[in-house]
């Protein structure tokens, strides 16, 4: 199995320090992980950080899986290339195994991942035409083809309608389970995470303050502090943790951290 | 007969497909690692930098490097590509640089080098002056087998580079960050291309002058006709942009009797119109 654990990681761009000494208890693989925040608290920072892109002191531990096992998907951006949704795929393949021929098996494994996320009638579709739904979906197909160890996603969920962010949720559940992989997801929607998440990363103003089980984590106090919002967290008619919003707090300035 | 045929017009034939495959690849490679539709060889002022190197050699007759007095002009507008190049590849590796402020370098460096070329110009002789304006249109009237080989060695050396890194040049395309995402070394990969394009586009210019037309053309009718898999695209740029030139080529010979027309201006008088035809009939959508 794998496992991720950060230990005192510094994150910054060039000589300003987002995180200072980011830490996490080791992150189990073979599970959804969360990680929240509010908007500008560090999620991306942290995400670019483990997948390598930033520098700074401290360690970044992974078990059970080569750094190269590892892929960040980052926010939706436009995509513009004179490319079908099928080559675009086949990029991402290809990036690690190179040689201009496709193999049988590298045309299943876009097949593959194209038909589980139901895109497959998209392949011959080019990327200009796609809905921003659809481009998200085509992103995590590009992320996951490649079946890496340890899958980092920036709102994979962002754009997506009801039944393609249960889809998604679904299927990267899957994914986990079947590959053992560590997959961290940043959502905003916490009812999402408590079905969805079995352990939270809590960020806020550039450090990790909290991070464990997701309901030990997303107590009304802690929601409260990154969000600014009274909440509060309670059973369904079917036993399932659900958050309720009342209000929003009064001169909260982003962040209780500040 | 057979003088002719193997002396003179065999060289101008192979030079335009050799020039042609030359600048359209450079133009494609440096359309990719920039992201803008726009780039080319001469966006980045390589070409200017040639012509501006080949005027001191007409006007001033400067040697930038030592050589026969025969091969000045082309060595001249060859060191100042290459300068030119330098300069750009120098700043871009500086902190903070993104492909934007590349291409506006570019353009500062085209006005610049544009400046002094005018400044040379206004104090060159008439002869001289003849002959800097003749050589910026672009012309392929005096080619001879070594400057064919030598535009063929570098296009022979730089393709298999290219073909190599055919899926890292196609995942710049949907966007940098994807790129990373995929693995892909983008900075340097950017670098890499951009030291080979220079090489690329500045021996061609610096033997036949300023056809600026193919490399922004000869990609983009690449890339309406193939897509964007380099492993299409990447031949697609060199035949696109060998054929172009070679049809220009035979076009300025044939409009006026015993006259050739440079070739520069063909170029971008004919392309123009098959170039909007093939932008408003093509349903691929790249930029």
């Known amino acids: 199995m794998v496992t991720l654990q950060l230990r005192k990681v510094e994150a910054r761009y060039g000589r300003r320090i987002i995180y200072a000494e980011a830490s996490t208890p080791e992150i189990a693989g073979g599970h959804l992980t969360a990680l929240v925040g509010a908007n500008a608290a560090g999620k991306s920072t942290l995400f ?11 360690e970044v531990c992974i078990a059970g899986a080569e750094p190269g096992d590892l892929r960040y998907m980052p926010q939706d951006t436009g995509m513009s290339a004179a490319l079908t949704v099928y080559e675009s795929v086949v990029l991402a393949l290809k990036q690690r195994q190179g040689g201009w021929r496709m193999g049988a098996e590298e045309l299943d494994a876009v097949d593959k991942i194209l038909s589980g996320l139901k895109i497959g009638a998209l392949s011959d579709r080019h990327l200009a035409e796609l809905s921003g739904g659809q481009r998200q979906l085509v992103s995590i197909a590009q992320t996951l083809v490649t079946r890496p160890r340890i899958v980092l996603m920036d709102e994979p969920t962002a754009a997506l309608d009801l039944y393609r962010q249960y889809e998604v949720l679904e299927h990267l559940r ?17 009812n999402q995470v408590m079905r969805a998440c079995t352990m939270t990363i809590a960020v806020a103003e550039g450090r990790i303050v909290a991070a464990g089980p997701t309901l030990e984590t997303l107590r009304p106090e802690m929601i409260r502090k990154l969000y600014g919002i009274e909440a509060r967290v309670e059973t369904c008619s079917r036993g399932c943790p659900m958050m309720v919003v009342d209000r929003a707090v009064e001169d909260h300035e982003m962040s209780g951290y500040r | 007969m057979r003088m002719v045929v193997w002396e003179i017009r065999m060289p101008i034939a192979l030079m335009a497909v050799t020039v042609g495959a030359c600048l359209s690849l450079a133009g494609a490679q440096m359309q990719t690692i920039l992201a803008n539709p726009l780039a080319s060889p001469f966006t980045l002022g390589i070409s200017a930098a040639a012509s501006f190197g080949a005027a001191l050699a007409m006007v001033l007759g400067v040697a930038l490097v030592p050589a ?23 700043l871009s590796t500086m902190r903070g640089v993104t492909v934007e402020t590349i291409v506006l370098l570019g353009i500062a460096l085209v006005f610049t080098v544009n400046a002094l070329l005018a400044l040379l110009q206004y104090f060159a002789s008439e002869q001289a002056l003849a002959a800097v304006v003749f050589w910026t249109m672009g012309s392929l009237t005096k080619e001879t087998w070594t400057k064919v080989a030598v535009t063929a060695l570098i296009l022979v050396v730089v393709t298999p580079i290219f073909a190599r890194r055919a899926w890292a040049l196609t995942a710049i395309r949907p966007g940098e960050a994807r790129a990373v995402a995929m693995g892909v070394p983008v900075r340097r990969l950017r670098l890499e291309t951009l030291i080979l394009v220079s090489a690329l586009a500045a021996v061609p210019v610096s033997f036949v002058g300023t056809i600026g037309f193919i490399g922004i053309v000869g990609p983009h009718i690449a890339r309406l006709l193939l897509g964007e898999d380099q492993r299409f695209s990447l031949p697609g740029s060199i035949l696109s942009g060998a054929l172009s030139l070679s049809a220009t080529s035979v076009l300025s010979k044939a409009n006026l009797p015993g006259a050739v027309l440079p070739i520069g201006i063909i170029a971008a008088l004919v392309g123009v119109p098959v170039f909007a035809i093939l932008i408003f009939t093509n349903g691929r959508r790249s930029w």
């Open chain 1, 174 to 190: 899957a994914y986990a389970a079947d590959t053992g992989a560590v997959v961290i997801l940043a959502l905003y929607d916490l």
């Open chain 1, 48 to 58: 670019r950080r483990i997948a390598g892109q930033l520098a700074g002191k401290g």
């Open chain 2, 68 to 90: 026969a007095l025969a091969l000045m002009v082309p060595i001249n507008a060859f060191a100042m590509a290459m300068l030119a190049s330098l300069l750009i590849f120098g």
